[in-house]
């Protein structure tokens, strides 16, 4: 089993800053790709950023120049740092990972429960 837990949500003002954090745990042979999707309230799920295996990474547009994804192999952990936030980036943000379990010889999407960020004044 793999699991992914997020934490760091909460609420800040407009212009703020937060660190999301996402740690991947259990039966992990090997990481590939890790990332941050959010769900705004009665939108869909949208990808935020997604960085691979190595320094490659890929932004949404609405938050390049905000949003910085990093990433620590050694201890499976994801990072999102969130700058000038805006009312928009309101949302459930959710933690997902492609994973090969030592259990498993495929590579599998898996999903953190998410953690609210709410921009307000």
């Known amino acids: 089993q793999v699991q992914l837990v997020e934490s760091g949500g909460g609420l800040v003002q407009p212009g703020g800053s937060l660190r999301l954090s996402c740690a991947a745990s259990?039966?992990?042979?090997?990481?590939?790709?890790m990332g941050w999707y959010r769900q705004a309230p009665g939108k869909e799920r949208e990808l935020v950023v997604v960085?691979?295996?190595?320094?490659?990474?890929n932004y949404a547009d609405s938050v390049k120049g905000r949003f910085t994804i990093s990433r620590n192999n050694a201890n499976n952990m994801v990072y999102l740092q969130m700058n000038s936030l805006k009312p928009e980036d309101t949302a459930v943000y959710y933690c997902?990972?492609?994973?090969?379990?030592?259990?498993?010889?495929?590579?599998?999407?898996?999903w953190g429960n998410g953690t609210l960020v709410t921009v307000s004044s």
């Open positions: 259990g039966s992990i042979f090997s990481i590939r790709a």
């Open positions: 997902s990972a492609v994973v090969r379990a030592t259990t498993d010889r495929l590579f599998r999407g898996y």
């Open positions: 960085i691979d295996s190595g320094v490659s990474t």
